[in-house]
């Protein structure tokens, strides 16, 4: 509500989804946010999937695998 009344008229999300570990639970939860907001403002929203990348803490993890 805040930000509709200091002059926002809309919000953009952005979201990574295949991270190790990540759950329903977690994709449920962007779900609940973005029905949330999208209550008070428009919302845009990008999902990005993880990719781990050569160099990183995750260069040998796998993406995950369960399918959303």
């Given at each position: 509500?805040r930000a509709?009344?200091?002059g926002?008229?809309r919000?953009?999300?952005?979201f990574?989804?295949?991270?190790?570990?990540?759950?329903?639970?977690?994709?449920?939860?962007?779900?609940?946010?973005?029905?949330?907001?999208?209550?008070?403002?428009?919302?845009?929203?990008?999902?990005?999937?993880?990719?781990?990348?050569?160099?990183?803490?995750?260069?040998?993890?796998?993406?995950?695998?369960?399918?959303?």
């Amino acid at each position: 509500k805040r930000a509709r009344v200091i002059g926002f008229n809309r919000l953009k999300l952005y979201f990574m989804i295949g991270i190790p570990g990540e759950g329903q639970a977690d994709i449920d939860a962007i779900i609940w946010l973005c029905k949330e907001l999208a209550e008070y403002l428009p919302i845009v929203v990008s999902i990005g999937v993880f990719v781990p990348k050569q160099g990183t803490v995750w260069q040998d993890q796998s993406i995950a695998s369960q399918e959303y």
